[in-house]
């Protein structure tokens, strides 16, 4: 059974936290708890399952992120899952994207309490390992502090121990998914008043965390913090957020870390992966560093001319003044 630290750990990003990103993270801290992209029910059962859940074991532990609302779904799904050795099985109550709320789940679903519980109840009668909900603190105008705590108090009655709060809430109907992650203000007071009222439950905050400062102040109010778009633009953040919280030493250097990932990357070419796709989760590991866009530029220029050459990454690596 893989270990679960909850103190930190990356959201899971559509399009960016696939494999080869959480891989690349995991080089980076070996405690940090990883996400999947939203992966739906749908997709599982009826399309090619084998590719949209293989994952390799030195990721783990990995939490795979599922969207759906159909509880027999989302407990096949979830054995699924645990069968190939995921960690944790979470369910999306944060998407406000139409495709999602056509399909009645993701930020929606805050709306339908008893269908969350129901949710959670199918997926944890199905399997040992946790199940935990990642929602926003309410819907449009459905943003009250009592109606975000009847919600998370409705499925923690069903069981659910653990909740990561996006917060700000969601508006369904006028803005993109992209606005909807910036435009509603954050209100950490939610998360930070759930946790006080329900010492029991695990409460991991997250939207808006960019520095050190802010993750280990969190720390004080909630049990753990999760980080999306600033790992992304500078990976390296997550060694500084693991070290500052006391999760353990970390032996690798970012050159050490770049070289493990550079091997990984020549066995993934083999497998017919693109270079073009492999480098996107390592643009940003010498961001605020000299050669920094020298570094980027290269990569991007070079990649998708040679996209089976791994070389293009030492090369990219060489306009980086920086010692190791
Ligand atoms: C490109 C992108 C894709 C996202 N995809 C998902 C997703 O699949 N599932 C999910 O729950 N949240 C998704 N989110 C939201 C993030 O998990 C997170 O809640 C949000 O970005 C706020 O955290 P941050 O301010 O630290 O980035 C996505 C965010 C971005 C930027």
Known sequence: ???????LSVAPMLDWTDRHCRYFHRLISDRVLLYTEMITTGAILYGQKEQLLAFSAAESP???????????????????????GYAEVNLNVGCPSDRVQKGRFGACLMREPDTVAACFTAMQEAVDI????KSRIGVDDEDSYEAFE???ETVAAAGCETFIVHARKALLKGLSPKQNRSVPPLKYHYAHDLKAAHPELTVVLNGGIETVEQSTEQLIHVDGVMVGRAFWNAPW??????IA???????????EVLEAYTRYCAQMIEQGVSLHWLIRP????????SGNKKWKS?????????????SVISEAREKVKYAH
């Open 1 to 7: 059974m893989n270990v679960i630290d909850r103190r």
């Open 237 to 242: 953040l997550i060694r500084d957020m693991h």
């Open 62 to 84: 990995v939490a795979i992120q599922l969207g759906g609302s159909d509880p027999a779904d989302l407990a096949q799904c979830a054995r699924l899952a645990e069968d190939l």
């Open 245 to 255: 919280m006391g999760m353990g030493e970390l032996q690798r250097t970012r050159d």
């Open 130 to 133: 946790p199940v935990t909900i």
């Open 150 to 152: 009847r919600f998370i």
């Open 298 to 310: 290269y990569l991007v220029t070079e990649a998708p001319r040679r996209k089976t050459d791994v």
């Open 282 to 289: 390592i643009l940003g590991l010498y961001h605020g560093m």
